[in-house]
Structures are given as structure tokens and as C-alpha cells.
């Protein structure tokens, strides 16, 4: 199990730190405080130290594989020079080998700075790291970037905020706006609520991340994008 420490004037606000640098949602951290000042009023608030505990996926967590060939020594090699030029400290290895994708895992004491908020410092990371791959090799398998396991913790989160705004929606017969997502992630969220026979979902926005509309079937009219 992975543990993380936070800091802020009042638990709520350690705990909106915690959330923010790990990109995850509340029900996804296992929160523990570990210390509570309280200052003389004077001086404004006190102080609140949570422990965050993240449980790890086994499952994924076996064990790193030596990279296999240049071209995964190489890849290896250029995500080291990536973050090391980024000021942080990690160690990274091939985490799986899967169809036409490898896994890379960056382990660093730093990851809320690698993940960034919602992920989006991740994504970007993976962006660079297959940009340069196609420059080490034309034809490559997907290089996918991961750190403390967030991809897989995002999924879950994604998948069970689908179900409560479908439930929601249910409930107001009316629609409800998501944040700003990737491809992927709306991906998951249209896959998530298609069999749902009084649920229908739309891509709202323009550009790469935009926002997934969740509305009560026959409350309006439009197709499904993706």
C-alpha cells in the first residue's frame, strides 16, 4: 500500500489537496489524520495533517519486465531523460507487454506532479513519449504512461460516477454536464451507459477534451458522439 501525506488549515482543505495532486475523487483515498492544531483564532486557521493510503492493484503490481529489444531500452531511456529534465526523481520501467501496447511505470515519490490534475500532466507525458517513439521506430506498438496506478483508479472512478449520473438523471429527468474528459475517458462513459435503455449520452465541445452529456432518453433528440 502506497502512502502519501498532505497538509492544509482544516481537514477539508487537505483533504481538496490530496484529491487535486493524485487526480482522483474522494471515494478513491483512504484518508487517516495523522495531526490537528488548532491556532488561536488571531491567527487565522490551524493545521491538519492527512495520511492518504492507496491501495495498490495487485494484479498489476507483480513485478516490472526488463525491457525487451533497443527499441524498449530506448524508450526507457528517453522517458528517464523526460522527467529527470522535469526536475524529478523516478525510477521507470516496462510495466505489461499486450496486443499492439506497452506499459511504462513511473515510480516516484513526485507522482501527484507526474499525473496532475484529472491526469492531464500524464496525458500529455504519454503524448511526448509516442511522438518520440515514432521517431525511434515507425511501426510501434502504443506506448501507454502510468504512475501509482492512476489509469486503472480513474477507470473505476469514471465508471461508477457514470452509474450515479445516470441514477441522478434518472431521478430529475433532466441532463447533466460532465467535466472535461479525453477520448478515452468518454469512451468509457458512453461504453459504460450504452446498455442502459433510458440513458442516453453525447460529446459536447470542440478540440481533445470535451464534456459527455448524460440526459433522460426522450428528454431531447441528438445522436451519440464520440
Not at 87 to 107: H, L, M, P, W, Y
Not at 131 to 138: E, G, M
Amino acid at each position: 500500500m502506497d502512502v502519501k501525506e498532505f497538509e492544509g488549515k482544516n481537514e477539508e482543505e487537505a483533504i481538496n489537496k490530496a484529491i487535486e495532486s493524485l487526480g482522483l475523487d474522494r471515494d478513491d483515498i483512504d484518508v487517516e489524520i495523522v495531526e490537528a492544531k488548532k491556532a488561536p483564532f488571531i491567527f487565522g486557521g490551524g493545521k491538519v495533517k492527512i495520511r492518504v493510503h492507496l491501495e495498490e492493484e495487485r494484479e498489476e503490481l507483480a513485478g516490472s519486465l526488463e525491457p525487451d529489444g533497443d527499441f524498449e531500452n530506448q524508450i526507457i531511456e528517453f522517458v528517464k531523460g523526460l522527467i529527470e529534465r522535469i526536475g524529478i526523481s523516478a525510477q521507470v520501467n516496462i510495466s505489461f507487454r499486450q496486443d499492439n501496447k506497452i506499459g511504462v511505470d513511473i515510480d516516484s515519490q513526485d507522482s501527484g506532479i507526474l499525473i496532475g490534475k484529472r491526469g492531464q500532466t500524464l496525458e500529455a507525458l504519454q503524448t511526448i513519449v509516442n511522438v518520440a517513439a515514432t521517431r525511434i521506430q515507425d511501426s510501434h506498438p502504443r506506448i501507454i504512461v502510468d504512475s501509482q496506478n492512476y489509469r486503472s483508479r480513474r477507470e473505476r472512478s469514471l465508471i461508477r460516477l457514470a452509474h450515479q449520473t445516470a441514477d441522478e438523471v434518472r431521478r430529475t429527468r433532466d441532463s447533466r454536464l460532465l467535466e472535461a474528459m479525453n477520448p478515452f475517458e468518454r469512451r468509457l462513459i458512453h461504453t459504460t451507459l450504452s446498455k442502459e435503455r433510458d440513458v442516453e449520452t453525447s460529446s459536447e465541445g470542440d478540440g481533445l477534451y470535451k464534456r459527455v452529456r448524460v440526459y433522460y432518453r426522450g428528454s431531447r433528440n441528438g445522436s451519440r458522439q464520440r
